[in-house]
């Protein structure tokens, strides 16, 4: 696989966080819009080959597809940034301020939002021909996802938005360990297996995705879910995108970090065999 080790990618991680607030804001906004729109298309894929299938184990299967296609072009998602923009402010690299994270971020979440709600869009003109007529199993099953996952956790008040929260801290966890994976390999394939693993995991366990999210959830509105706008912010995408940050860099980028990095071994090490 052409492995590197965790001191060598930790430091690639430092330096993408660098560039990614140093970006240009076309730049930005542009490479988090495909990523939306790349990462929604994979999640109608994966819920298509469930419902088609009945085996939802083979839609997570193959859900990182989507994952995998989008990093190896370079692509941003919201989950990534959360976790490699502040290694560049600990590490106190040169220009690095928490203006420009919270720049970063939000661009990236503009970009993201505007990708998965053109493809929720696309996908719900696709199903319904231009809305004329009944959308089908997959958009009803997509439909249900959003009243579920918005709804079916109000109904717990409080215990159910730190349920969000935690698992939104779950799958950040998994999909930072993908967003790693692309950097520990310095060839394609093992790039891919890098990433995929965490991503399966992430989605067969329904861990909460802010990113995936901003797809499933508008395009089950579009279908006729049961659920308000209000509703999908406060009940799921608002506790999501603080438990994947909280998650992200919590346990994938500050415990690599400062094991790898602020305290890790300051003089080079012979490779054991």
Known sequence: MSYLIPSEFV??????????????TKDTLIRAFMAGAILALAAVFAVTIAVQTGVFLLGAILFPVGFCMLYLMGFDLLTGVFVLCPLA????????????????????????????????????????????????????KIATIGEARTLGYAEYGVAGWFTIFIRGMLCNWMVSLGVVGAMISTNVSGKVIAMWMP?????????????????LFPFGIIMGGEFSVMDYFIWNEIPTALGNL???????????????VRTGAKRPVKAVA
Do not use: C, Q
């Not at 199903?127 to 004329?132: A, L």
């Open 89 to 140: 402010l600990l590490d106190k690299r040169p220009g690095v301020t928490v203006k420009g994270v919270l720049r970063n971020w939000g661009l990236v979440f503009l970009g993201n939002f505007a990708g998965a709600l053109t493809v929720a869009f696309m996908m719900a003109f696709i199903f319904s021909y231009g809305f004329n007529t009944d959308p089908g199993a997959v958009a009803a």
């Open 199 to 215: 991503i399966f995991l992430f989605f067969y366990m329904g861990f909460e995705h802010s990113v995936v999210n901003m797809f």
């Open 11 to 24: 430091t690639k991680m430092v330096d993408a966080g660098e560039s990614k607030i140093f970006m240009a």
């Open 246 to 260: 909280v998650g992200g860099l919590a346990f994938t980028g500050l415990t690599l970090y400062s094991t790898h």
